[in-house]
């Protein structure tokens, strides 16, 4: 299982530098400063994109469930495939988008966690802290070969 946790973490890691690479092309394209909050973006976000963004969601969930699914084989294993391959993509979408533009500023800046069904707005320390204890609830459940 260790193997296993390891590359999905790397693909989870993978992952979120792809999206955040695509989250700083997609922020130049519309004209929003590195500086500006997701959340005071989304409102003058044109509507067709906006739904857009929302099939990027769809396909990046679709992606972390189908390399869970095929690398679990219970479906415990699966789901806790699922939960870590997401914490890592979560945690390292953050850190990727801090590595190329500076955001966020602040663990408080408020940010558009999903959009799908409807925007999830929180403050980016909420979503690194679940990441992060997923991350190592996980690893200590591992090393303890309770899994």
């Keep these: 299982m260790a193997a296993k946790l ?10 979120a530098h792809f999206e955040g690479v695509v989250v700083v092309y997609l922020r130049k394209a ?3 400063l590195d500086s500006e ?9 044109p509507k067709r ?11 990046t969930i679709m992606m972390l469930v189908i390399i869970s699914y095929i690398s679990g084989v219970t479906w415990i294993e699966k789901g806790i495939f699922f939960l870590w391959t997401f914490a890592f993509w979560d945690l390292f979408y953050y850190l990727s988008l801090y590595i ?8 408080t800046t408020i940010d558009v966690l999903f959009l799908i069904p409807k925007p999830w707005i929180a403050p ?3 979503p690194i802290s679940v990441s992060g204890f997923t991350i190592l609830v996980i690893f200590v459940l591992a090393f303890l070969d309770v899994l």
């Design 6 to 15: 390891i590359l999905l973490a790397i693909f989870g890691i993978a992952m």
């Design 49 to 59: 994109f906006l739904r857009i963004e929302m099939t990027r969601e769809a396909a």
């Design 37 to 45: 909050s997701n959340k005071e973006s989304i409102e003058k976000f």
């Design 30 to 32: 519309l004209g929003m």
């Design 100 to 107: 190329l533009i500076k955001w966020p500023p602040t663990l």
């Design 124 to 126: 980016v320390w909420f």
